[in-house]
């Protein structure tokens, strides 16, 4: 015989659990299977000294035993707080440093309500899909669905990610290049890279790259992502129309490098959201092929794609479609005007005679078929128009680059790696990369020839004297009095200016504007300084220059003007450049002004498609993304250089742009009406359902003042201090704190001291150097598993006093509820108090307590000892209404499960008839070929190993989605317990 039984509670040297299996031994003694709070199986002799059988709650409560009051408090208030976000609540609406949207809330609702977490989020530029999915991440990390994140960006977007879900979400997430992926593999090398950290950035370009150094045997980043051996419970892709596949003319499927990322990451992912403001470039296949990496089984060709079939696959709102609770938009208008600047005559003949010499060359660069030497043209005749200094400042570089012998035959290998994204896709390039990449082409000469090069250093020279002897150019004149003419009717007003280059700015605020304050953002700026500047523009300066190495990440609608002083040649970046202002919060028509050259080809070109685009957007219902989409396959470098190479009139270069616009703008009205998604939000009809969602989120069972009394008391519990180091009006004791945390949390993520911290969020969003003490910081989740550990916080069982004899004497017994999936996953959980009086009566309304009593008074209590003696029956009681709750709560998801599980399998069986089919006909087709006396034995053997690759395919889809639809309610978890004794005041 033995003294333990299964399910008792032991502990031992080095852990404790519970007994889940006795095995007798052949010698009379008993081996007992031990399932340890860490998760894992021990075997321990029955004999050993060290093992000790653990009090129950229930044994505890029989025994009219209970625990310091303070003790059971934070236990109960740990639990509370555990469990508060995981049942339909957000805990990203408290514990981040924003002011959330509410239809970024929905947006996250639906998606964490999905079966899958995999969605195609289009919303328009502006509406915020990075905090979306930063909402997606932080619920499902909160929900303990989600340990490993992985983000793939753009390059020059992975350090704004970093610093958005840092700032605003206090995420710190590690981003993987070539030089941490190296000091990765040589602290670990036989690890798998992606395995070493959990939250991870990289950009799409170095998670493609198939060899990292030809002369090592590492294992290749892609290859290292697509053997990969733990999946990432959550990946997203930013940017993600750059993942291309197309089919190509035998109907098979071509893949881009990006476009393996994208199926290495979509295969070993559980949530998956994909993000782009551009989801369907006008390419059918593509779009069908992108929308395969989040279900492949939904559609088997793009021809079955319409918006009905892309529900709960696609979120996409338009600004159009946005309205507020009493019915307006959301968003206000646009209204665009150009400010055409006529040249003086020295400006024309410097334009003209530069315009000249640049045509020269890049005539000479094509016929020489030197592509570097064509792209430093471009670049002269860019910086041309926008501003005469930067032009000036151009030609000094390339006399001084020819003096020195500086003029390479060659570019550096690195520079050559980046010319054909420069070329095509130069929104992928970083700022250092692309100031790189133009700075080494200034160098770049078409011949080696030293008289034709002393000739051009000649000529370059003159076009440098003519261009200093300009002091201010009429746009900078035209410029001043606009800017004026503003802040003279507005002293208040704010202008933002865009230039395309950092010289054009420094231009202007020396030249131009040196007795204004001004704040300015471009490319080299740090993040701290990025920031500062921006409070600037906000709160002091009334103008801003910004080039568009800075449009990334400023969200600026606190003003409504903006001058794009230059206008850069890719339409994506006016769309940016546009929507910093318009933007959710934007109060005012946004209005913009665009400066340019009269009578200069290129300038005329851009005004064009931009006053075209504008009327586009305007018939199709859009106010952005229109311009690159217009422009998809137009390569506009190239066709107004060729205008200007050719001596094209500009009538005729306008006339055929125009003609390729209208094109371009029947093909996106087609794909807008007959295969893209639009969701309409109205908080004024039915979307209005989400204000409840954020009303329980923000004001439900969790406030800000419940997780600093927890902190507080468990300070003053433990050792802690806390100390006001800012007096306010707001508490008593002020809103920012110093706190010294209590040695028994100290650990990797919890600081011993935190010198400025606060509960607040309102102090959080406007002071983001302060830390934000919410509830999924790392010290408020090591306190509250502290709590939860029994062991060193004991408070399982207490005495409480009620304020009313009405339903007293009775015991409190609190349930952790939930249920778990087919696929084992623990679904959802929630706390729930069930009351028991001493008629077995079973309640959910938890009576109201004065106090709690100390251990030693509740020990002799008279109504304890009677609730002690049928500790049993209540708790059977209420047990059996326990599972009733938890079948109820399990029952709602189990059909929710069912429907969308329903939606899969008519999917996926749709998908495989018609596969199964198309490749049985082929066979037959095959076979009837080898009849006539064809040589068909290897299409016939693919044939059949398709047709049996399918066939098994389908039997492990339809099987998986068979386990999964279960839902199975958990055993109903008694965390705590309270006998409840009547207050001797209400009794006399």
Same mark, same amino acid.
């Given at each position: 015989?033995?003294?333990?039984?299964?399910?008792?509670?032991v502990?031992?040297?080095?852990?404790?659990?519970?007994?889940?299996?006795?095995?007798?031994?052949?010698?009379?003694?008993?081996?007992?299977?031990?399932?340890?709070?860490?998760g894992q199986?021990?075997?321990?002799?029955?004999?050993?000294?060290?093992?000790?059988?653990?009090?129950s709650?229930?044994?505890?409560?029989?025994?009219?035993?209970s625990?310091?009051?303070?003790?059971?408090?934070?236990?109960?208030?740990?639990?509370?707080l555990?469990l508060?976000?995981?049942?339909?609540?957000?805990?990203?609406?408290?514990?981040?440093?924003?002011?959330?949207?509410?239809?970024?809330v929905?947006?996250?609702?639906?998606?964490?309500n999905?079966?899958?977490?995999?969605?195609?989020i289009?919303?328009e530029?502006g509406?915020?899909?990075?905090?979306?999915?930063?909402?997606?991440?932080?619920?499902l990390?909160?929900r303990?669905?989600?340990?490993?994140?992985?983000?793939?960006?753009?390059?020059?977007?992975?350090?704004?990610?970093?610093?958005?879900?840092?700032?605003?979400?206090?995420?710190?997430?590690v981003?993987?290049?070539?030089?941490?992926?190296?000091?990765?593999?040589?602290?670990?090398?036989?690890?798998?890279?992606?395995?070493?950290?959990?939250?991870?950035?990289?950009s799409?370009?170095?998670?493609?790259?198939?060899?990292?150094?030809?002369?090592?045997?590492?294992?290749?980043?892609?290859?290292?992502?697509?053997?990969?051996?733990?999946?990432?419970?959550?990946?997203?892709?930013?940017?993600?129309?750059?993942?291309?596949? *197309?089919?190509?003319? =035998? +109907?098979?499927? @071509?893949?881009?490098?990006? /476009?393996?990322?994208?199926e290495a990451?979509? #295969? !070993?992912?559980?949530?998956?959201?994909?993000?782009?403001?551009?989801?369907?470039?006008?390419?059918?296949?593509?779009f069908y092929?992108?929308?395969?990496?989040?279900d492949?089984?939904?559609?088997?060709?793009?021809?079955?794609?319409?918006?009905?079939?892309?529900?709960n696959?696609?979120?996409?709102?338009?600004?159009?479609?946005m309205?507020?609770?009493d019915?307006?938009?959301?968003?206000?208008?646009?209204?665009?005007?150009?400010?055409?600047v006529?040249?003086?005559?020295?400006? *024309?003949?410097?334009? =003209? +005679?530069?315009? @000249?010499?640049?045509?020269? /060359?890049?005539?000479?660069?094509?016929?020489? #078929? !030197?592509?570097?030497?064509?792209?430093?043209?471009?670049?002269?005749?860019?910086?041309?128009v926008?501003?005469i200094?930067?032009?000036?400042?151009?030609?000094?570089n390339?006399?001084?680059?020819?003096?020195?012998?500086?003029?390479?035959?060659?570019?550096?290998?690195?520079?050559?790696?980046?010319?054909?994204?420069?070329?095509?896709?130069?929104?992928?390039?970083?700022?250092?990369?692309?100031?790189?990449?133009?700075?080494?082409?200034?160098?770049?000469t078409?011949?080696?020839? *030293?008289?034709?090069?002393?000739?051009?250093?000649?000529?370059?020279?003159?076009?440098?004297?003519?261009?200093?002897?300009? #002091?201010?150019?009429?746009?900078?004149?035209?410029?001043?009095q606009?800017?004026?003419?503003?802040?003279?009717?507005?002293?208040?007003?704010?202008?933002l200016?865009?230039?395309?280059?950092?010289?054009?700015?420094?231009?202007?605020?020396?030249?131009?504007?040196?007795?204004?304050?001004i704040?300015?953002?471009?490319?080299?700026?740090?993040?701290?300084?990025?920031?500062?500047?921006?409070?600037?523009?906000?709160?002091?300066?009334?103008?801003?220059?910004?080039?568009?190495?800075?449009?990334?990440?400023?969200?600026?609608?606190?003003?409504?003007?903006?001058?794009?002083?230059?206008?850069p040649w890719?339409?994506?970046?006016?769309?940016?450049?546009?929507?910093?202002?318009?933007?959710?919060?934007?109060e005012?028509?946004?209005?913009?002004?665009?400066?340019?050259?009269?009578?200069?080809?290129?300038?005329?070109?851009?005004?064009?498609?931009?006053?075209?685009?504008?009327?586009?957007?305007?018939?199709?219902?859009?106010r952005?993304?229109?311009?690159?989409?217009?422009?998809?396959?137009?390569d506009l470098?190239?066709?107004?250089?060729?205008?200007?190479?050719?001596?094209?009139?500009?009538?005729?270069?306008?006339?055929?742009?125009?003609?390729?616009?209208?094109?371009?703008?029947?093909?996106?009205?087609?794909?807008?009406?007959?295969?893209?998604?639009?969701?309409?939000?109205?908080?004024?009809?039915?979307?209005d359902?989400?204000?409840?969602?954020?009303?329980?989120?923000?004001?439900?069972?969790?406030?800000?003042?419940?997780?600093?009394?927890?902190?507080?008391?468990?300070?003053?519990?433990?050792?802690?201090l806390?100390?006001?180091?800012?007096?306010?009006?707001?508490?008593?004791?002020?809103?920012?704190?110093?706190l010294?945390?209590?040695?028994?949390?100290?650990g990797?993520?919890?600081?011993?001291?935190?010198?400025?911290?606060?509960?607040?969020?309102?102090?959080?969003?406007?002071?983001?150097?302060?830390?934000?003490?919410?509830?999924?910081?790392?010290?408020?989740?090591?306190?509250?598993?502290?709590?939860?550990?029994?062991?060193?916080?004991?408070g399982?069982?207490?005495?409480?006093?009620?304020?009313?004899?009405?339903?007293?004497?009775?015991?409190?017994f609190?349930?952790?509820?939930?249920?778990?999936?087919?696929?084992?996953?623990?679904?959802?959980?929630?706390?729930?108090?069930?009351?028991?009086?001493?008629?077995?009566?079973?309640?959910?309304?938890?009576?109201?307590?004065?106090?709690?009593?100390?251990?030693?008074d509740?020990?002799?209590?008279p109504?304890?000892?009677?609730?002690?003696?049928?500790?049993?029956?209540?708790h059977?009681?209420a047990?059996?209404?326990?599972?009733?709750?938890?079948?109820?709560?399990?029952?709602?998801?189990?059909?929710?499960?069912?429907r969308?599980?329903?939606?899969?399998?008519?999917?996926?069986?749709?998908?495989?008839?018609?596969?199964i089919?198309?490749?049985?006909?082929?066979?037959?087709?095959y076979?009837?070929?080898?009849?006539?006396?064809?040589?068909?034995?290897?299409?016939?053997?693919?044939?059949?190993?398709?047709?049996?690759?399918?066939?098994?395919?389908r039997?492990?889809?339809?099987?998986?989605?068979?386990?999964?639809?279960?839902?199975?309610?958990?055993?109903?978890?008694?965390?705590?317990?309270?006998?409840?004794?009547?207050?001797?005041?209400?009794?006399?």
């Amino acid at each position: 015989m033995t003294d333990f039984e299964v399910g008792d509670h032991v502990k031992f040297a080095g852990g404790r659990g519970e007994i889940t299996k006795i095995e007798e031994r052949p010698n009379g003694g008993h081996l007992l299977h031990v399932y340890t709070s860490e998760g894992q199986l021990r075997k321990l002799p029955s004999g050993l000294p060290h093992i000790e059988k653990l009090d129950s709650l229930l044994d505890r409560l029989a025994a009219g035993q209970s625990d310091a009051p303070l003790h059971y408090d934070l236990r109960e208030r740990a639990i509370r707080l555990d469990l508060a976000y995981k049942y339909d609540r957000f805990l990203s609406l408290t514990s981040n440093r924003i002011e959330i949207e509410p239809y970024q809330v929905q947006a996250a609702y639906e998606i964490l309500n999905s079966y899958d977490h995999r969605y195609l989020i289009g919303d328009e530029v502006g509406l915020g899909k990075t905090i979306e999915a930063g909402i997606v991440i932080e619920e499902l990390i909160a929900r303990d669905r989600a340990d490993r994140v992985l983000i793939v960006a753009p390059a020059p977007l992975t350090v704004q990610w970093q610093e958005e879900l840092r700032e605003k979400f206090d995420r710190n997430f590690v981003i993987y290049d070539r030089e941490t992926v190296r000091t990765h593999r040589k602290s670990h090398p036989n690890q798998n890279v992606w395995k070493q950290e959990d939250l991870i950035i990289t950009s799409i370009d170095f998670a493609k790259q198939t060899t990292d150094d030809p002369e090592s045997d590492a294992v290749s980043v892609l290859d290292a992502l697509d053997n990969l051996d733990e999946e990432w419970d959550v990946a997203v892709f930013d940017e993600a129309h750059h993942l291309t596949a *197309r089919r190509s003319s =035998d +109907d098979s499927m @071509e893949r881009t490098q990006r /476009y393996m990322v994208g199926e290495a990451v979509a #295969e !070993n992912s559980d949530a998956l959201l994909l993000l782009t403001g551009t989801p369907h470039k006008g390419k059918s296949d593509q779009f069908y092929f992108l929308t395969s990496l989040l279900d492949p089984y939904r559609f088997s060709h793009e021809s079955q794609i319409n918006p009905d079939a892309l529900e709960n696959l696609m979120i996409r709102r338009l600004k159009d479609g946005m309205y507020e609770t009493d019915g307006t938009r959301m968003f206000p208008e646009k209204n665009i005007e150009a400010l055409p600047v006529k040249m003086t005559r020295e400006e *024309r003949k410097l334009y =003209d +005679d530069v315009t @000249e010499y640049i045509r020269e /060359y890049y005539n000479l660069a094509q016929q020489e #078929e !030197n592509q570097a030497a064509g792209f430093t043209m471009v670049i002269y005749q860019k910086r041309l128009v926008s501003s005469i200094y930067a032009i000036r400042k151009s030609l000094e570089n390339r006399m001084r680059a020819i003096q020195n012998d500086a003029v390479a035959e060659s570019l550096p290998d690195d520079v050559q790696d980046l010319i054909p994204r420069y070329s095509t896709e130069p929104e992928t390039l970083t700022d250092a990369e692309r100031a790189r990449v133009e700075e080494a082409l200034e160098t770049v000469t078409i011949t080696l020839n *030293r008289s034709k090069i002393q000739q051009e250093l000649d000529r370059v020279k003159q076009l440098w004297q003519q261009a200093k002897n300009i #002091e201010t150019d009429s746009k900078a004149r035209l410029l001043r009095q606009f800017v004026d003419r503003i802040l003279s009717d507005d002293p208040d007003e704010k202008i933002l200016i865009f230039t395309e280059y950092t010289d054009t700015l420094e231009y202007l605020r020396d030249e131009v504007f040196p007795e204004h304050d001004i704040a300015q953002v471009y490319g080299d700026l740090d993040q701290d300084r990025r920031r500062e500047e921006m409070e600037k523009f906000e709160q002091e300066a009334n103008l801003m220059l910004a080039t568009d190495a800075a449009q990334e990440g400023l969200n600026l609608q606190f003003a409504h003007i903006m001058v794009n002083y230059d206008l850069p040649w890719n339409p994506i970046r006016i769309d940016q450049r546009m929507g910093r202002l318009h933007r959710y919060g934007q109060e005012h028509t946004v209005e913009i002004r665009n400066l340019f050259f009269a009578n200069t080809r290129e300038s005329e070109i851009l005004n064009l498609l931009i006053e075209k685009t504008n009327q586009i957007e305007s018939d199709l219902g859009m106010r952005s993304d229109v311009l690159g989409r217009v422009l998809e396959d137009v390569d506009l470098d190239k066709t107004i250089m060729a205008a200007i190479a050719e001596g094209q009139p500009t009538e005729e270069v306008v006339a055929d742009v125009e003609a390729t616009i209208e094109e371009r703008k029947e093909a996106i009205q087609t794909v807008e009406d007959d295969f893209l998604i639009r969701d309409r939000f109205d908080l004024s009809g039915e979307d209005d359902e989400i204000l409840d969602v954020i009303e329980r989120s923000q004001h439900g069972e969790v406030s800000e003042n419940d997780i600093e009394t927890l902190v507080r008391v468990f300070f003053d519990e433990f050792g802690g201090l806390i100390t006001g180091v800012r007096p306010g009006p707001a508490r008593t004791d002020g809103d920012v704190f110093q706190l010294d945390v209590p040695d028994v949390l100290n650990g990797s993520h919890v600081h011993r001291r935190y010198e400025r911290a606060t509960f607040t969020k309102e102090i959080a969003i406007v002071e983001d150097d302060i830390e934000f003490i919410s509830l999924d910081h790392p010290l408020v989740q090591s306190l509250i598993e502290f709590c939860l550990d029994s062991e060193r916080v004991q408070g399982q069982v207490a005495t409480k006093v009620a304020a009313s004899a009405d339903r007293a004497p009775g015991i409190l017994f609190n349930y952790r509820l939930g249920y778990v999936s087919g696929a084992g996953d623990v679904v959802t959980e929630k706390f729930v108090p069930l009351y028991a009086t001493l008629d077995e009566s079973i309640m959910t309304e938890v009576p109201e307590f004065v106090e709690t009593m100390p251990p030693e008074d509740a020990a002799s209590h008279p109504d304890c000892e009677q609730l002690a003696a049928v500790v049993d029956d209540l708790h059977q009681a209420a047990e059996m209404e326990a599972w009733t709750q938890v079948e109820s709560f399990a029952q709602e998801a189990r059909c929710e499960r069912e429907r969308e599980i329903e939606i899969k399998r008519e999917h996926a069986e749709r998908y495989f008839a018609e596969q199964i089919e198309e490749w049985e006909e082929r066979l037959e087709t095959y076979q009837q070929r080898a009849e006539q006396g064809r040589d068909m034995s290897a299409p016939i053997g693919n044939a059949k190993q398709k047709l049996e690759s399918l066939r098994r395919e389908r039997e492990a889809e339809l099987a998986q989605l068979d386990e999964e639809q279960h839902v199975t309610p958990e055993e109903p978890d008694l965390v705590t317990a309270a006998f409840v004794v009547p207050s001797p005041q209400v009794g006399n």
